[in-house]
């Protein structure tokens, strides 16, 4: 019977993808590049092979949930059961998993190996011999195959639309499957890698639930930790599987090592910092200037209980809620006006005199990383945009881009004196102090919607300056639900949202600047840029054959959108700071792509946590 079932699937197969042949596995895949992994490496090098496990790590996280589906259409998942932040995920393994130390390389996890067309037209993987779920039935291709058709089919659009690539799951031998590609997606290098970190749910647990429905039991996994005790909402243990198949692995050698990772939920940043001070949680990245400059003065931090550090990331820092125009509307069309307004924004020196030096100045959508457009453009970038000469302004093939030159206070007379005289040559003239269209009479008005109170009055200062121009302006800053319909919806003349792109930003790109998205419901195109040369070059990052060509079409793009004014760069942030209590191990390692995945590395130190908690005790 099973030498008929094999035979029934190989048929089927031939019928979708054609005659059989060999193809040859690799034990990584890296996107546009080599991995940096030989076959056969022990263990990543940011970790401790040889760390014990044990102990419990406590992390604060913000707002509630109410989920463990991830797929489920509606609800708030946990955090611990993200489904495309891989590391995030303690419950479910994937077929590939991610090298923190690497621009974005994935190596095999539940998979033994991987194989792909030359033009991405399929990607196949291997599965290992061995993988579990924590019941102990084994992973089997069926429930890779069923895992992908129920995303594709049934899980809600974030998960759903981005696995529309794959024309068909096959599975072509024991512990083998294939997925081929749609026409439109072939030659897209990300296909593998998007591929490789889905989560693989088992087929026997789901066949009998609805995966469309939130739910709160916990569901079975096949990953490092299980889902433990929990409050919904507000708590959640996640308890580590002693016996978890995959813990020798060179992919998992030295991580995962907390007995316990527990995840305290609050609806207040300001309540985080006042937790992890009263040893509540143990640690907490600060986003906020004011309090990590003075808010950690405390006995525990003088006595070297309680540790501050700073930490950089692998991936590009990206800007900092900058401010975008509604594209839709005529006066934003103009390139004069726009620049206008670019020129009257204050600089982030004055911000940063505020700011305890926080930020750092964000000249690039694509800030602390190689894909900032620099200089001139190079021979690379100009085969792309030469074609596009009289479609972008001539300055991207003259000027580095940089930013408006501001005083350390105030506002810029020089830059104010080039604004009036950009917008008069766009038509708007002043007339009783107020800035008005020459031809309508409109008055030139500007209604900010922010996401925040915080991120309102941080406009005020701005705001302040455009009414030497005559523009005159109001700030909102809805309940969140109605901020979010708003940008969606257009109701708003400018709003800001952070950018922050890892090392494949493909979608990314393609979902927040291209018109097709601008045309499409719920993508993230809130500024409705619609651009055909934005169109081109960003066609031109899918296009990229090697990481050289990948790294010159994301400058030539940066160069374009930043001369055109269509948002305004103005902070970013390449420090992470973070408070910790001094009670785990660490291992030595450079930059990594995630600052939070330091929960998976770290270690419990029992000397260290005595001393801690009996400081805690004494006190």
């Not at 406590?58 to 259409?73: K, Q, T």
């Not at 899918?542 to 902070?571: G, Q």
């Amino acid at each position: 019977m099973a030498r008929g079932w094999a035979a029934i699937r190989l048929v089927a197969w031939l019928a979708i993808c054609g005659p059989v042949f060999a193809v040859e596995y690799r034990h990584g895949y890296a996107f546009l590049s080599e991995p940096k992994y030989a076959p056969g490496f022990s263990h990543f090098d940011y970790v401790n092979p040889e760390a014990p496990k044990g102990g419990m790590i406590r992390v604060p996280e913000m707002g509630n949930w109410d989920n463990f589906n991830e797929a489920s259409l509606r609800g708030r998942v946990v955090r611990g059961m993200e489904f495309w932040t891989r590391w995030r995920n303690y419950v479910y393994d994937s077929l590939m998993d991610m090298a923190m130390d690497e621009p974005a390389t994935t190596y095999g996890l539940l998979a033994e190996g991987i194989a792909w067309a030359p033009d991405f037209s399929w990607v196949q993987f291997k599965l290992r011999d061995g993988p579990r779920w924590h019941d102990g039935v084994p992973v089997t291709v069926d429930d890779v195959v069923f895992s992908f058709n129920a995303y594709r089919v049934d899980a809600r659009p974030a998960i759903s639309t981005p696995l529309r690539i794959i024309d068909s799951v096959a599975v072509v031998g024991p512990r083998e499957v294939r997925f081929n590609i749609v026409p439109a997606a072939h030659g897209n290098p990300i296909v593998p890698r998007r591929l490789g970190v889905v989560p693989i749910i088992p087929k026997h647990y789901w066949a009998e639930r609805d995966i469309t429905r939130t739910t709160v039991e916990p569901p079975l996994g096949s990953g490092p930790y299980r889902i433990g005790e929990f409050v919904v909402g507000r708590w959640i243990k996640f308890e580590r599987v002693a016996d978890y198949w995959a813990k020798d692995l060179p992919v998992m050698k030295g991580r995962y090592n907390f007995d316990t990772i527990k995840m305290d939920y609050f609806r207040d940043d300001q309540v985080q910092t006042e937790a992890v001070k009263a040893h509540v949680v143990d640690l907490h990245l600060e986003n906020v200037p004011r309090r990590w400059s003075q808010s950690y003065n405390i006995p525990a931090l003088e006595q070297g209980y309680l540790k501050k550090d700073v930490a950089r990331t692998l991936r590009p820092a990206g800007l900092w809620w900058p401010i975008f125009w509604n594209l839709e509307q005529p006066r934003f069309q103009d390139i004069r006006v726009r620049e206008a307004l670019w020129l009257a924004m204050p600089g982030i020196q004055w911000g940063n005199r505020r700011s305890y030096g926080f930020w750092g100045e964000g000249k690039s959508f694509f800030h602390d990383s190689e894909f900032a457009a620099r200089g001139l453009p190079s021979e690379r970038e100009l085969e792309l945009l030469e074609p596009l000469r009289g479609q972008i302004p001539e300055r991207v093939f003259t000027d580095p881009f940089d930013s408006a030159p501001h005083g350390e206070l105030g506002w810029h007379r020089d830059n104010l004196e080039r604004a009036a005289r950009l917008l008069r040559e766009a038509g708007w003239v002043i007339e009783d102090g107020v800035l008005v269209h020459e031809q309508t009479g409109e008055p030139f008005h500007i209604r900010f919607v922010a996401v925040s109170p915080a991120l309102g009055r941080a406009f005020i200062a701005y705001t302040r300056i455009l009414e030497r121009l005559g523009i005159s302006s109001s700030i909102k800053a809805p309940e969140i639900s109605n901020w979010l319909y708003r940008m969606r919806s257009g109701d708003f003349d400018a709003g800001a949202i952070f950018f922050l792109p890892d090392n494949t930003p493909t979608l990314l790109i393609s979902n927040t600047f291209s018109s097709a998205a601008a045309d499409a419901a719920y993508s993230d195109n809130w500024s409705n840029l619609r651009d055909p040369a934005v169109d081109a070059l960003i066609a031109h990052v899918y296009a990229a054959k090697n990481w050289d060509d990948f790294v010159a079409a994301l400058r030539a793009l940066d160069r374009v959108l930043l001369w055109n004014f269509y948002w305004m760069p103005n902070a970013s942030k390449t420090q992470y700071p973070y408070v910790r209590w001094d009670k785990f191990g660490r291992p030595q390692h450079g930059r990594l792509l995630w600052v939070e995945s330091l929960v998976a590395h770290w270690w419990w130190d029992e000397d260290k946590a005595a001393r801690v908690r009996a400081f805690a005790e004494s006190g």
